[in-house]
């Protein structure tokens, strides 16, 4: 992974500024949030009907072609929800308990076409593993991770890398640790990485963003009284890890 500013110079933006507009954002994501649950809703809810439909009354080639976009749809949709009703309580506190098995599976999901060609997925999850938190705020935190992860890889790669997911309880913690066998990050950014305003693009044409990613995983991940650091002892490739307190 390779980390610039869209200018080549870093500039620290006021942090008071910045506060201020992360909390701005968070009124206007509820707003939206609360917007598009109508809509969202209705497509929700027809999708399973369309699906019966299709093997009812649907001939071969649209069973075998037609139907699985239907399934995937839905399932996206469902992934939407969860995050839309994140950003309703994202200025609220939130005393549901999460399982990060589930989590991961859907943070996954959400970004399994970037995934696609680049890398193979490797999955090691403690299923007995939770968390209080909002899933949608975890699911903010893992899918930057994990779109960081597929962009420092080059598409057409996906026979000789990997991204590997593990999940485990230690010490009353829960550790998830994303590696991918990437680019890397070079030394002289790796104090910089969660910084506000860098952009992280890969070599190989990932999308490019405003920079926020990192910063706002971690600043998600303290707000749950938990960490997100980056393996500074990572030979190959690269290593996020997040530590929250395990719920029990």
């Given at each position: 992974?390779?980390?610039?500013?869209?200018?080549?110079?870093?500039?620290?933006?006021?942090?008071?500024?910045?506060?201020?507009?992360?909390?701005?954002?968070?009124?206007?994501?509820?707003?939206?949030?609360?917007?598009?649950?109508?809509?969202?809703?209705?497509?929700?809810?027809?999708?399973?009907?369309?699906?019966?439909?299709?093997?009812?009354?649907?001939?071969?080639?649209?069973?075998?072609?037609?139907?699985?976009?239907?399934?995937?749809?839905?399932?996206?949709?469902?992934?939407?929800?969860?995050?839309?009703?994140?950003?309703?309580?994202?200025?609220?506190?939130?005393?549901?308990?999460?399982?990060?098995?589930?989590?991961?599976?859907?943070?996954?999901?959400?970004?399994?076409?970037?995934?696609r060609g680049r890398a193979q997925i490797a999955k090691r999850v403690d299923r007995n593993a939770h968390v209080r938190a909002d899933p949608a705020h975890l699911i903010q935190i893992f899918t930057k991770l994990l779109q960081n992860a597929a962009q420092a890889i080059p598409i057409g790669a996906d026979e000789s890398?990997?991204?590997?997911?593990?999940?485990?309880?230690?010490?009353?913690?829960?550790?998830?640790?994303?590696?991918?066998?990437?680019?890397?990050?070079?030394?002289?950014?790796?104090?910089?990485?969660?910084?506000?305003?860098?952009?992280?693009?890969?070599?190989?044409?990932?999308?490019?963003?405003?920079?926020?990613?990192?910063?706002?995983?971690?600043?998600?991940?303290?707000?749950?009284?938990?960490?997100?650091?980056?393996?500074?002892?990572?030979?190959?490739?690269?290593?996020?890890?997040?530590?929250?307190?395990?719920?029990?």
């Amino acid at each position: 992974m390779v980390i610039e500013n869209e200018s080549g110079v870093f500039e620290r933006e006021p942090i008071a500024e910045l506060e201020r507009r992360v909390k701005t954002l968070g009124f206007l994501g509820a707003g939206v949030a609360h917007d598009i649950r109508a809509p969202l809703s209705v497509a929700i809810q027809y999708l399973p009907v369309l699906s019966k439909l299709i093997t009812k009354h649907g001939n071969e080639a649209l069973r075998s072609e037609a139907l699985p976009m239907v399934i995937a749809m839905n399932d996206a949709l469902r992934c939407v929800a969860i995050i839309t009703e994140g950003l309703q309580n994202v200025l609220h506190d939130d005393s549901r308990v999460s399982n990060i098995g589930e989590v991961l599976d859907t943070s996954i999901g959400l970004v399994a076409d970037l995934i696609r060609g680049r890398a193979q997925i490797a999955k090691r999850v403690d299923r007995n593993a939770h968390v209080r938190a909002d899933p949608a705020h975890l699911i903010q935190i893992f899918t930057k991770l994990l779109q960081n992860a597929a962009q420092a890889i080059p598409i057409g790669a996906d026979e000789s890398n990997e991204i590997s997911v593990d999940a485990w309880i230690e010490d009353g913690y829960v550790c998830v640790s994303i590696h991918d066998t990437g680019v890397g990050v070079p030394p002289a950014l790796r104090a910089k990485i969660f910084e506000p305003r860098f952009t992280t693009k890969s070599r190989t044409g990932g999308s490019e963003h405003a920079g926020m990613g990192l910063y706002i995983a971690r600043e998600l991940a303290e707000a749950l009284n938990g960490v997100v650091s980056l393996d500074d002892d990572e030979a190959s490739g690269t290593t996020f890890q997040v530590i929250l307190p395990a719920w029990t």
